[in-house]
C-alpha cells in the first residue's frame, strides 16, 4: 500500500500545475480515506436494490477525481459479478463546479485515462446535478445508493463571522455553538433530502470531516494544529499591517466539524427525526487517515530536504483553503490580493520549512452507513 | 407577437457582453422558432407516459437559454392542469458546455430570474450530461419525452476538407456526398440512441437545420446567401495573402444541412431502421423563421441606420461560426488571431451596412414528431 502511495505521490508531484484536476491532486489524503471505504459500497449493493435499474450519487463531488477510482473499482466488481444493470451515476456539487473536467474525465478525455469507467464499461451514464445537496435532487423513491465525501463539513450559510479564529475549532463558545446549530439544520435538511431520493433499502453512505473521540480533527492530531497556524499566520499579517481588521474577521470558514453525537443526535430517541423520514443509522465511526506527504517526507528523509517537504506540503492545505482568505480581501487589486495569499502561505511553508516534524494534516473522518427503511 | 419580439430584442442589444448567456442572446431567431413548438409538447404530453415519474431531455441545449421559456410553459401547463408528478429535466451537450451557467439560470442565479422553473414549481429536478447526443445518455425506457433544437446538424466528425467553400452548402458533389453520408450515419446513431432511452408512447421532438422543398436554408432565403458572403470574405482574406491556403481550407464547417427526404430516410420502406429499432415518423415539415434583426431594421428604418444594423446583425452570424474560422488558423498569436477574425467580420459589416436590404438571416428548419412505439 505504501508503495503504491509512493507511486501515485511522485506522478502527483510532477503535476504541479493548476487548473483542471488540481484540486483532486492536491487531495491525495481525501483519495486514500475514499478508497478505503470500498468494501462498505460492495457490502451496500449486495443489500439494495433488486430493481431493474440502479442509480448511484455522489454528493459534493467536485472534479469527481478523488472518488474516481471507487466508482471504477465498485462498477468493476458488479460486472464481474454478472451484474449488468444499467448504473446513472449522478455528480451533484454547486452550480459553480467544473463539470466540464468532471465530464470529460470519466469519458477517457482528461487525466486517468485507465478509470473512465464510462468508456470502460458497458451501459453506464455519467450526469450532473449543479444545486446543493440540502435541497432534494432526483425524483423520489429513485435512489439505490447514495455516496458523500469530504463535503458536507460545509454549512449552507456561515452563522456568524468569527472574530479571534479563521475557523469553529478556534472559536468562542458563543460563535462555536452558532456553527453547530446551523450544522444541526444542514444536516437535518441533508438528510431529509436523502430520505425522499433514496427507495427502500437503499444505503447512504458518507465520509466526512469531524471531531474523533480523541478531539483530533483535520491537521491536529498531536503535531502544530493546522488551523492555528493558518490563524497565526493570518494574525500575523494582521499584525504587520497587510491586511486590516475587517480582512481579519472575514476570513471564516464556512465550515463546521461535527462529533460524532453531533452525526447522531437525528437517529437518537424515539422522537427523533430518523424514525419521521424513514431512515436508520447501521454504523459510524471514525477514522485517521496519516498525512501522505508527512509520511513521504519521513520515508525519505535521506532524499527529501524539509524545504523539498514545506513546498509539498502548502498545497495540500491551500487547494481547499485559499478561497477563503482571497475573498476576504476586500477592494484590494488581483495584484495586491495575489501578493497577500502568497505571503501568506509562504510564511507557513518557512515554518514548516523550519520545524518539519512538528506538521502534517492528517485527515480524521467520521463514516456512516445510513439506510432507508 | 411583432411587439413581443421587439420588446425582446431591444432587452437583449443592451446585453452585448460576451460571455455567461452570450450564446442564447445572439440566437433571438432559434428562440422564436424553438417556442412555436410549444404545442407539438403540449400535444406529446397528452399522449405520452401514464408513469408516475417523468423524464425530459434537451439534447444539444448548450447553456439552456433558448429553450428556458418553452420549458417554462411546458411545466406550467402541466401543473394548471393539475399534473404534479415529479419532472426530471436533464440538459445535454459535449462536456466542454458551459454547464455552470445553466445549471444557475435553471435555479434563478442568472439571467431571466422569471423563467427559473426549478425555482418556481415544486418536484422538477434539472440535471446535465455532458456526453454527445450520438451515444444512449440516459438508462433504457427511461425517457418520457425527447427534445432537441439547432444541435444536429453538427456531423461527429469532419469527413473532408471542403476545398473551395466554408460549408457543405457550396461544396463539390463529392465532398458534399462525404458529408451526406456522414449525417446520414450519424442521424441513424441518434435515432438508435433515442429509440433506446424512449419509453413506449414517449415521443421526440426535434427542430433542426435544413432545406427546405424550395432549397433555402439558414441565412439563404432570397437575398445575398450568408455562407456565400462568409466565403467571399474568407477568401478575401486568402487572396490579400492574410491567411494561407491551408488556414482557407481548414475553415470547414463541420455541419451538414439535411432534406426532408435525408431526414426521413431512415423512417422509409419495410426493411427500414425505424421499424428495426420501433420509432415512426409522425409528422415532418419545415418552417421558415425570419430574420429579427433584419426584421426591426425595416420597421425602423426612419431610426436605424444601415450602419446600426450591420452592427447588430454581425454578431447574430458571428456566435456560432467564429470558432471555425478562429481555429482554421494555425501558428498564429493570440494577437493575429484576433486582428484576422476582427477584420473579417468588419468586412462582412461593411457588405451589410452598404447594402442592408440584402442580408438576412432568415432560419430555415425541419420539424420532426418521433414515437417510440
Not at 478531539?215 to 486590516?244: A, C, Q, V
Request: aromatic share 10%; net charge negative; with cysteine.
Amino acid at each position: 500500500m505504501v508503495e503504491n502511495e509512493k507511486a501515485f505521490l511522485n506522478t502527483q508531484s510532477e503535476l504541479s500545475m493548476k487548473g483542471a484536476g488540481y484540486y483532486s491532486k492536491k487531495t491525495i489524503g481525501a483519495k486514500i480515506a475514499i478508497d478505503s471505504l470500498q468494501h462498505l459500497i460492495i457490502d451496500a449493493l449486495n443489500n439494495i436494490s433488486k430493481s431493474k435499474n440502479l442509480r448511484f450519487a455522489d454528493f459534493g463531488s467536485a472534479d469527481g477525481g478523488t472518488s474516481q477510482e471507487l466508482w471504477y473499482n465498485v462498477i468493476s466488481v458488479m460486472r464481474e459479478r454478472g451484474d449488468h444493470r444499467p448504473i446513472e451515476i449522478i455528480y451533484t456539487d454547486l452550480a459553480s463546479n467544473d463539470f466540464s473536467t468532471l465530464f470529460k474525465t470519466m469519458q477517457g478525455m482528461g487525466e486517468n485515462v485507465d478509470l473512465a469507467y464510462q468508456k470502460e464499461f458497458e451501459n453506464v451514464f455519467v450526469h450532473g446535478c449543479g444545486t446543493g445537496f440540502h435541497d432534494q435532487l432526483v425524483t423520489s423513491g429513485t435512489l439505490s445508493l447514495g455516496f458523500s465525501a469530504t463535503a458536507m463539513h460545509y454549512v449552507s450559510e456561515k452563522p456568524c463571522q468569527i472574530l479571534n479564529h479563521v475557523h469553529m475549532v478556534g472559536a468562542s463558545n458563543i460563535e462555536r455553538n452558532k456553527f453547530k446549530k446551523q450544522a444541526l439544520v444542514d444536516w437535518e435538511a441533508i438528510l431529509s433530502a436523502r430520505a425522499k431520493e433514496l427507495e427502500p433499502g437503499g444505503r447512504f453512505i458518507c465520509i466526512n470531516f469531524g471531531i474523533d473521540e480523541n478531539g483530533r480533527y483535520l491537521g491536529n492530531t498531536g503535531d502544530k494544529s493546522m488551523f492555528e497556524s493558518f490563524n497565526r499566520h493570518w494574525k500575523g499579517h494582521l499584525d504587520s499591517g497587510i491586511i486590516t481588521e475587517e480582512e481579519f474577521i472575514s476570513a471564516t470558514f464556512p465550515q463546521h466539524y461535527r462529533t460524532v453525537e453531533e452525526f447522531s443526535q437525528p437517529f437518537v430517541g424515539n422522537d427523533c427525526l430518523s424514525n419521521k423520514i424513514g431512515l436508520k443509522l447501521n454504523r459510524i465511526f471514525t477514522k485517521l487517515t496519516k498525512c501522505p506527504y508527512r509520511q513521504e517526507y519521513e520515508n525519505n528523509k535521506a532524499t527529501i530536504t524539509p524545504e523539498e517537504f514545506a513546498k509539498e506540503f502548502i498545497p495540500t492545505t491551500r487547494s481547499w483553503s485559499e478561497t477563503v482568505f482571497r475573498s476576504a480581501l476586500k477592494n484590494r487589486t488581483y495584484e495586491e490580493t495575489n501578493q497577500i495569499v502568497e505571503s501568506f502561505y509562504k510564511n507557513y511553508e518557512n515554518e514548516v520549512a523550519n520545524s518539519p516534524s512538528e506538521h502534517s494534516m492528517d485527515y480524521v473522518h467520521i463514516v456512516m452507513e445510513i439506510e432507508r427503511i
